[in-house]
């Protein structure tokens, strides 16, 4: 067994353990914890460890992990910190709570993922707190009507049944089914119409997720109306209904597109990694001589390419040591040059460096050919 599977192993068993704990912890030694529940407590754990195996194991892959390591430095460069700091309160509201980002790419997919994120949020914030016994209800002895809420086994607040208050918590998850299943509509109908999605998308990867979330929804939704104009008709077989499709879900989890919920968060280090290496330094061109991307930049992904086998160095020339030394544009004219001296079988004529900076033929905008992801970054 590698050592990157063992580590990763360690980890899942690490938190499984402590959420093992915490549920023990937290429902006053089982005493609060509902039996009944048990299988979705089953599931949940095992969802925690297949999500933290998978996640440690993409953590410690090169790019990633020099990602991961370079994202906590940067922000917390004495330098950069309190710029550092702003910023990230304003990307956790633009990027996370809003979805600025897909909003630019379609009112209709943002509304579509707001729906589903939301939906989903409020939903695990009210399940699991119930199912790991960290939250309950209880009547009061002296006021059959009044249910007290206990956290952790802590009394807190008390609320009369009737009252807007109980409608509200107690119909919680319905606010969320109502919030998911509309979203999944959306996002069901671009899958079906849209020409780019279908011609990229996947069962596995696209469709499944949203089947999956709109049968928890229904089959909630569906216990409430058994339970509340039916008479309890038909709830026990929806009950399993929905308790199965629950559970597969959380099983599914680790292994499906629902792992990006995990992995989104990492990406804001990525944001802060480009940020500071556009204030800092810039790594010169070692043929044209202008900067064109942070020496840190260029410095890591040399690093990366050599933990991960590609060899790019440059031998018998000590103006240019590798190959990333050298701007994306310097690069594509090189290769023109190359191909042009190969096609006049012309031999090949060291030149002095540093040369002029190439120009585009056709500049358009004055960017790249690729945008300005490829004027901004390194391209192999």
């Not at 629902?258 to 043929?287: L, M, N, S, T, W």
């Amino acid at each position: 067994m590698r050592k990157e599977t063992i580590k990763a192993l360690c980890w899942a068993a690490l938190s499984t353990a402590s959420l093992v704990a915490l549920i023990f912890i937290g429902s006053r030694r089982l005493e609060r914890f509902d039996a009944a529940l048990v299988a979705y407590t089953f599931a949940s754990l095992f969802a925690l460890f297949g999500v933290t195996y998978r996640y440690a194991l993409w953590l410690q892959r090169p790019p990633t992990a020099m990602f991961w390591r370079r994202g906590w430095q940067v922000f917390f460069m004495p330098r950069h910190f309190l710029r550092n700091v702003l910023i990230w309160f304003k990307r956790v509201i633009g990027e996370f709570a809003l979805n600025n980002f897909i909003w630019k790419r379609s009112p209709e997919r943002w509304l579509a993922h707001a729906l589903i994120m939301w939906g989903c949020i409020f939903a695990g914030a009210i399940t699991f707190p119930l199912v790991f016994g960290w939250i309950e209800f209880e009547t009061l002895p002296d006021k059959l009507g009044w249910y007290q809420v206990y956290v952790f086994g802590f009394p807190t607040t008390s609320f009369d049944h009737n009252s807007w208050f109980a409608f509200l918590i107690f119909h919680g998850l319905v606010w969320c089914a109502l919030l998911v299943i509309p979203g999944v509509m959306i996002a069901m109908r671009r899958r079906l119409r849209d020409e780019g999605a279908i011609s990229t998308q996947l069962f596995s990867e696209d469709f499944l997720p949203l089947i999956l979330l709109f049968a928890i929804s229904i089959t909630g939704l569906l216990l409430t109306v058994s339970y509340i104009w039916l008479r309890g008709y038909g709830y026990e077989f929806l009950a399993l209904v929905h308790a199965v499709t629950v559970i597969v879900t959380l099983l599914w989890m680790p292994f499906g597109k629902f792992f990006h919920i995990f992995q989104r968060p990492a990406q804001i280090g990525v944001a802060f990694y480009k940020d500071v290496g556009e204030r800092e330094e810039k790594e010169p061109c070692r043929r044209c001589g202008h900067g064109f991307a942070s020496k840190m930049h260029v410095r890591d992904l040399i690093q990366v390419e050599k933990e991960l086998g590609y060899n790019y160095e440059i031998q018998n020339n000590p103006a240019v040591q590798h190959y990333q030394q050298i701007c994306p544009r310097c690069r594509r004219t090189m290769l023109a040059l190359a191909q042009g001296r190969v096609k006049d079988g012309s031999a090949k004529v060291p030149q002095a460096l540093p040369q002029p900076m190439p120009r585009y033929a056709n500049p358009g905008a004055g960017e790249g050919p690729l945008g300005n992801e490829d004027a901004c970054n390194i391209h192999i």
